[in-house]
């Protein structure tokens, strides 16, 4: 799939071919591809939009569907077109394997028109079709949440985490930054021993005093895009060396881990090495908990396993959509 948008120019030639976009909702922000494809099945990516968070279950279907629709209506603008409904339109969202969350995204569709042919599916399995190219093993997203989806090579599925941030979610951005601020909070006690999250997380704020987190952190309480951010100075502060910021990695290397080793046996995988697909902020950005992960995957009874970055899943809708125009037509 060629990765530059086409052209105004280029888009008058390929005029009555068949568009099709394919949306990542994802908890951060969601990306949309249009793009046509041509009597070849070849797509040509003719335009790229980016909206907000839209999980529903972090901001609520209200403000998730408003981002969508941003999304979706910025892609139509770089592709210098106006907004129409589609051939065929993949959505993957955290949760819409869950009835009532998969039946209000296709009620949202279908009010909106956004497509002939639309397809939900759960975030995870786009990843892994972009991540696998035999189509079987297993896809890890560590984002604002966490989850491991599996697919063996006869096309049976498992997955592990997925459970919110509430009562799941190991291993997230989320659950790395509270780790860090609790890390912080009991070493300004003096319960533990002191950290250098402390000072981090004070010029973050622009604070002067660890007590002044307080109202700081609890002012974003309700915000999880804005929570699970802060992530990103537990891994600064573990590059510099600091024990407690390493010892939260360790943590969620671990819990990730046992996640995909849990689909690995439910689906029984022939050999203990086997596809694996990353995605997220905290798997694409950091190489040492990448590295933290394939430690943990071999202490958790897997083989040694190269794992595949996938930096857009949004590319794995997109072929989903690809598949469901090709389904119907076929």
Known sequence: MPAAATSAAQWKIMANDPLLIGIDAGGTQCRAWLACVDAKDELSVLGRGVGGPANPQAVGFPAALQNLNAAISAAFAEANLPRAPLESAALAAAGSDREANRAAFMQWANDSRLAKRFLVVHDALPVLMA?????????????????????????????????????????????????????????????????????????????????ELIPAVYAIQNDRAALAALAKIVLQTAAGGDAAAQNILDRAARDLAAMVAAVARKLEFASPSFPLALTGGMLLDSAALRDRLCAALLDAGCGEIAPALVAEPVRGALQLALAEYQNRTG
């Open 131 to 211: 991540g696998c190219p035999a189509g079987w093993g297993i896809a890890l997203i560590s984002g604002t949440g966490s989850l491991a989806f599996g697919r063996a090579p006869d096309g049976r599925t498992a997955r592990s985490g997925g459970w919110g941030y509430l009562i799941g979610d190991e291993g997230s951005a989320y659950t790395v930054a509270l780790g860090g601020l609790r890390a912080a909070a009991q070493s300004a006690d003096g319960r533990t021993a002191p950290t250098r999250l402390v000072d981090a997380f004070l010029e973050r704020f622009q604070l002067a005093r660890a007590e």
